[in-house]
């Protein structure tokens, strides 16, 4: 009895765990984040969860642009609109992008 | 001879025990005789109607426990503790002796004075209690028809002298009169003398009140009541020679307040005029009865001042009090009505139905079905209360329905709602169990300001003549969209007008999103006690706050102190990570709030996650002078000094400068102090001294008085405005040639440039690029270029006679005259048209002219200025012009 309360237990652990973990991809297919522009995720659908992971991705996607611009003597946001439009690309159909007037559309 | 026998007398007994055997008949006769004159009392007393329990013998005293006189069926007394304690003279002691009224209907009877010829007799009572008197200690002695009693209770004494031989008697007095009320101040003395035999009764009553008053008023004044009886007939006058002071500042005016006459049987006249005079207004009673039984009468009680009005006629009859409907205007503009007569009863016990309805403002308290019952000095009140109306602005609607009574009020909870658009609550008080001496409420509340859910508890209890208690309270704040809870739990204590959250009273806000940011939980904890009158504040409260979030940047941890006095307000606060400070302070100005911001921070990467920009170094001060009337507004000066930082690839250091601020709802315009300087650019061309103006509302830049230096010459624009469609001139001069030849960046360079050169550069700044239209480019002197002989320089002169040629020319040049016309689309497409006119002195200064055209991406060559070099290196491997380069980008993480 007590074994199958254990097993129990961490299997609920195990799946709050994995409710809770929240990637680019599972966020981008709930339509809670978007590819903008300007080469950074924004946030469509405002959650704790998603504005969290959006300035910890944004925070990575920074340093990557900061050093190829360092690297290729132009700007930081020259490099991050490039990408952006690479990613903008990139993002599959059913996915929120931000048009340049600004609002999200789904692509 | 002998004498015959005869029959010996019978034996008598001894004389010793006939004594004995009388004496004990005597003492039989006599227990006999005593058991039936006791028996004989005792039967005599019950059919007095006196009954005694617990006969009893103690101490050497007799004692009776407890007795009751009752005429027919009338307890007319009862007594306790009964104790003989001498016989001779009579000394009795009773602990307690409670009399009663039996008065029967019809005519009254004077009462009989105390019989005559008793023996000498002592009577000492506890506690005596009677109708309408409190308990008093009594001592009653009589001796030879003269009796004397002694009345007493605490410092108030009454001394009778009567003697029953003739019937005089005489009494005298004081009384405090806080014994009559609490609040009362001053001293009643009585004065009474008279002649009391049978069938015949003199009295003369004067009772003197001296240095009458109330507490909490420094008035004082005197009152004389004098009342005679003779035989039958009584007579009573009160007088005020001075006015008399009452409670609340009134005063009760110096006349004939009270004239009757009458006999022991009713009232033959009544003359009542009762006339006070206070702070609101006057009142005046008067009173005429309509028999001399006093059974019927009217009256009249009237109100009359500056906000007090009442004309009310009462008339009573049959013991009963009628007062027409009507009502009275009230201190504070409240005004009591009544839409039927009250009808009360005029007796010790009874109830009467008192609908009543009170009006102060717009504000409307109500019962319709309330009902007064009092018995034996106890009240209660029982009914349905209802609150409606709008008071500040407030609409309220209440009710409740219960009983009250002097213990307190039972009944339903109390339900107020209370709504002035936005703020809607539900008020629910229970009642039940609440001391009216004590008490204490537990209020709970439900209900909403604006989009703001308010629910929560409030505890008050009374502590002196103030109140404290605990307040618990959820909410959650508006314009959080997720999350955002909001949680107070506080003691508090004060009376009207002042009160206290204690220290250690907290605020906290969980976690939530406001627009697309999250804000991590944020708590205000009292750090001393909170003081407030309502409107403002005292006190100090520790921040603590997380910090926030959003997609771009993110703001530390921060805490501080915030300070409130009253009208003023500061705030340290800190956010350790970066180092930073601000400080705040504001305080009221009319409607709104004035105040200024200090920051000081220095300036780090940390701080640039939200920009383009990497802050590298730096500190930045400010100083901010801001106001919140019907919109806010800062204006101030930011400075910065030592900045360093870089765009990616683009550098600089060394900037400062001050910058004034001026910010409005949806505006910022921001303008120079002076020259903002930068000690180095570096674009791929470093660009040295850049000092300049600024003006900008966040979407049109100005600059102005341009500098720089750049290649051994400079730089200067007197404007320059972005974005804009016009071409606006930037001139440079004195460039040196040699530095541009150095940025080949070769230790054997293939060109070689002496000379300086100028013009101007008319420049279109747009967000979509920059275009330069008609540049042009001169010599500030002669020039010189040399391509001196090399191996790539050898392999282009055998390749080609002509190319020979031009580079036998080439190879040293005195250049007299030269021209660079150069244009440059958005898309950063140059074109350059160079003429070159010179001697070659090397081979007899044969005049030269060059006119070499060249296109190049300036995205590329603007950032290198590299021109040198990519001539050369192109001319010289054919290799098509480069375009800009693509960067490849990670996109994902």
């Not at chain 1, 990637?23 to 995720?41: I, N, R, S, T």
């Not at chain 2, 108030?156 to 005089?168: E, H, P, T, V, W």
Request: hydrophobic share 40%.
């Amino acid at each position: 009895m007590k074994t199958a309360a254990r097993w129990m237990a961490v299997g609920l652990l195990v799946c709050s765990s994995l409710a809770m973990a929240l990637d680019v991809g599972g966020a981008k297919a709930q339509g809670l984040v978007g590819e903008q522009p300007d080469g950074y995720l924004g946030v469509v659908k405002a959650t704790p969860e998603a504005v969290a992971l959006a300035a910890d991705i944004n925070a990575k996607r920074r340093e990557a642009y900061d050093a190829i611009a360092k690297k290729n003597g132009t700007t930081l946001d020259q490099v991050a609109i490039l990408a952006g439009q690479k990613a903008i690309e990139k993002t599959p159909p059913g996915s929120y992008v931000k048009a340049p007037n600004g609002q999200w559309v789904k692509k | 001879m002998t004498p015959p026998p005869s029959t010996p007398p019978a034996a008598s007994p001894p004389p010793r025990f006939r004594w004995r055997r009388r004496l004990l008949l005597a003492l039989l006769a006599l227990a006999v005789l005593i058991t039936a004159a006791v028996a004989g009392t005792y039967w005599w007393l019950q059919q007095q109607g006196l009954q005694l329990q617990g006969l009893g013998w103690r101490n050497g005293a007799a004692t009776v426990a407890q007795w009751q006189w009752r005429q027919q069926d009338c307890l007319a007394a009862q007594g306790r503790g009964l104790r003989v304690e001498r016989w001779q003279p009579l000394t009795l002691a009773l602990q307690q002796l409670k009399l009663q009224s039996c008065a029967k209907p019809g005519p009254r009877q004077l009462p009989a004075p105390p019989p005559a010829g008793l023996p000498p007799f002592t009577l000492r009572i506890a506690s005596l209690q009677a109708p309408a008197l409190p308990a008093l200690a009594a001592a009653v002695t009589q001796q030879d028809n003269r009796w004397q009693a002694q009345l007493a209770q605490g410092a108030d004494k009454l001394a009778i002298d009567y003697r029953s031989d003739n019937g005089q008697w005489q009494a005298q007095g004081t009384l405090a009169a806080a014994r009559l009320t609490p609040q009362l101040l001053g001293q009643w003395r009585l004065q009474a003398s008279g002649r009391w035999l049978p069938g015949q009764l003199h009295a003369r009553v004067q009772a003197d009140g001296r240095q009458l008053g109330y507490q909490g008023d420094a008035r004082r004044g005197d009152a004389r009541l004098l009342a005679t009886l003779h035989e039958r007939q009584w007579q009573l006058d009160a007088t005020l020679p001075h006015a008399l002071p009452l409670a609340a500042g009134w005063l009760l005016q110096p006349r004939r307040v009270l004239q009757a006459s009458g006999d022991l049987d009713g009232v033959h006249s009544l003359q009542a005029d009762l006339l006070a005079s206070g702070p609101q207004g006057r009142l005046q009673l008067q009173l005429t009865p309509q028999d001399q039984s006093l059974q019927r009468g009217r009256g009249l009680l009237l109100l009359d001042g500056k906000d007090l009005h009442a004309r009310i006629p009462l008339q009573w009859a049959k013991r009963q009090l009628t007062l027409a409907a009507g009502e009275a205007r009230l201190p504070q503009g409240v005004r009591l009505s009544w839409p039927q007569a009250w009808q009360l009863p005029l007796s010790a016990s009874g109830s009467s139905h008192l609908p009543f309805r009170l009006d102060y403002q717009q504000l409307q308290l109500a019962s319709n079905d309330g009902t007064l019952q009092w018995d034996d000095g106890r009240w209660q009140w029982q009914g349905a209360l209802a609150l409606a109306g709008r008071h500040a602005g407030y609409r309220l609607a209440g009710q409740w329905r219960g009983q009250l009574d002097p213990q307190g009020a039972r009944g339903t909870p109390l339900q107020l709602n209370v709504s002035k658009p936005p703020l809607a609550l539900a008020i629910s008080l229970p009642v039940n169990g609440i001391d009216p001496r004590q008490p204490r409420l537990n209020a709970s509340f439900d209900g909403h300001y604006r989009d703001w859910p308010l629910k929560g508890r409030l505890a008050a209890r009374q502590q002196g003549n103030g109140w404290q208690g605990d307040l618990a309270a959820t909410s959650r704040l508006p314009f959080y969209s997720r999350g955002g809870a909001l949680q107070l739990a506080a003691n508090w204590h004060g009376s009207a007008g002042k009160w206290q959250l204690d220290s250690g009273s907290k605020l906290n806000v969980a976690e939530g999103i406001v627009g697309g940011v999250l804000l991590k939980p944020l708590s205000l904890q009292a750090a001393s006690a909170l003081l407030t009158d309502g409107n403002r504040a005292h006190g100090q409260l520790a921040l603590s706050a997380d910090g926030a979030v959003t997609s771009r940047w993110t703001l530390p941890p921060a805490n501080g102190t915030l300070q409130l006095a009253g009208e003023q307000a500061s705030a340290r606060l800190q956010l350790p990570a970066w180092r930073s400070k601000l400080q705040l302070e504001a305080r009221r100005h009319g409607a709104g709030v004035i105040g200024s911001v200090q920051l000081d921070t220095p300036l780090s990467a940390a701080m640039s996650r939200g920009l383009g920009v990497t802050l590298q170094q730096g500190q930045l001060a400010g100083t901010l002078q801001g106001q919140w009337q019907q919109q806010w507004q800062l204006d101030g000066d930011v400075r910065l000094s030592d900045v360093a930082l870089d765009w990616g690839g683009i550098l600089a250091n060394g900037g400062r400068g001050r910058l004034r601020l001026a910010a409005r709802p949806g505006q910022l315009q921001l303008q120079s102090d002076g020259p903002l300087e930068l000690a180095q650019l570096d674009v791929g061309t470093l660009l040295q001294e850049v000092s300049l103006t600024l003006r900008s509302d966040l979407q049109d830049w100005q600059l102005g008085d341009v500098h720089a230096r750049l290649l051994g010459g400079s730089l200067q624009a007197d404007s320059l405005h972005w974005p804009s469609s016009a071409f606006q001139t930037v001139t440079v001069q004195q460039l040196d040639l040699a530095a541009v030849a150095a940025l080949q960046n070769d230790p054997q360079p293939t060109v070689q440039l002496t000379g300086r050169v100028g013009g101007t550069l008319p420049l279109q700044l747009l967000p979509a690029g920059i275009a330069l239209q008609d540049g042009l480019l001169r010599n500030e002197g002669e020039l010189t270029l040399r391509v001196p002989a090399s191996a790539g320089v050898n392999a282009m002169a055998q390749s080609n006679r002509a190319v020979q040629l031009a580079l036998d020319m080439l190879s040293e040049l005195d250049v007299n005259d030269f021209q660079a016309r150069l244009a440059m689309q958005q898309n950063g497409l140059l074109d350059a048209r160079v003429t070159l006119k010179g001697v070659n002195p090397r081979q007899n200064r044969q005049p030269v002219v060059l006119n070499y055209s060249h296109s190049e991406n300036v995205l590329e060559l603007l950032r290198s200025l590299r021109i040198g070099d990519e001539i050369s290196r192109r001319v010289l491997s054919r290799k098509p012009p480069a375009v800009t380069r693509n960067p490849t980008p990670e996109t994902s993480p």
